[in-house]
């Protein structure tokens, strides 16, 4: 890498229709501009059991539409794939394999990786997140590749402490799913782009936030902002209770 930091400026509006925006958007005001190198691997490590959770969900959004090509080209991008490979230490020139399998490979490189507290944090949003409607969990892949994530990784991106195998490896992840959701309008955004998103997903991208709050306290000092919600969440179909 050259050490030039790919930056990511969602196009939306200043209103946001749904409240899971707003969540977004204090994610991306959160002081990721004051994270040191050991941070930016707490914050990667909370990323790892995001990772986790994304491949679930776009399992359950397969298996819902078994035969939308869009969605088997969606997975074809992020699991069982060559896509970031080779990275040093991580994946070996070819080696295919899903995109949480990355971000977990790199973490050995720092005691993030193994911290006992955070692992705890992370098993504990996997649990919670499992909760989750499955409609809405298959949805969710629409808000993450379609300008979500790419805005949070812009965000993280603003870090200005990279120094180290796991860190340099994360920033690598982060550049490249950038590019993979973008593409010019061709990207993995243009895939999952047709399934209908609503405030039922809210409770995914709060238990995100809170995950990374927990990870990185210094980042909490400005997602507090964001839990006052300005309205009642909107449902576009009816909410399916588990």
Same mark, same amino acid.
Not at 122 to 136: H, I, M, N
């Given at each position: 890498m050259d050490g030039t930091v790919v930056a990511f400026q969602p196009q939306r509006s200043s209103a946001p229709r749904f409240i899971f925006h707003s969540v977004i958007d204090g994610i991306c005001r959160m002081a990721w501009d004051e994270l040191d190198s050991d941070e930016v691997m707490r914050a990667a490590?909370?990323?790892?059991?995001?990772?986790?959770?994304?491949?679930?969900?776009?399992e359950i959004a397969c298996a819902q539409n078994p035969a939308d090509p869009k969605l088997a080209e969606l997975w074809d991008g992020e699991c069982d794939t060559d896509n970031l490979s080779p990275w040093p230490g991580v994946a070996a020139?070819?080696?295919?394999?899903?995109?949480?399998?990355?971000? @977990?490979? #790199? &973490?050995?490189f720092h005691p993030a990786g193994h911290d006992r507290r955070l692992s705890e944090a992370?098993?504990?949003?996997?649990?919670?997140?499992?909760?989750?409607?499955?409609?809405?969990r298959a949805a969710s892949i629409a808000s993450y590749e379609d300008g979500g994530l790419s805005a949070v990784f812009g965000a993280m991106l603003r870090a200005p402490h990279w120094y180290g195998r796991g860190q340099r490896a994360f920033r690598f992840f982060l550049?490249?799913?950038?590019?993979?959701?973008?593409?010019?309008?061709?990207?993995h955004g243009s895939l999952s782009r047709h399934l209908t998103v609503d405030d039922r997903i809210l409770p995914l991208w709060t238990a995100f @936030?809170? #995950? &990374?709050?927990?990870?990185?306290?210094?980042?909490?000092?400005?997602?507090?902002?964001?839990?006052?919600?300005?309205?009642?969440p909107v449902f576009l179909r009816p909410l399916r209770l588990v």
């Open positions: 490590k909370a990323y790892y059991y995001f990772s986790v959770q994304f491949r679930e969900n776009l020139p070819g080696e295919r394999m899903n995109h949480d399998e990355f971000m @977990r490979r #790199l &973490l050995d992370g098993l504990a949003y996997l649990e919670k997140t499992r909760q989750v409607d499955t409609d809405a550049e490249e799913h950038i590019r993979f959701d973008s593409e010019d309008g061709a990207g @936030r809170d #995950l &990374l709050t927990t990870a990185v306290p210094k980042l909490a000092t400005v997602a507090a902002v964001t839990r006052r919600e300005p309205r009642m």
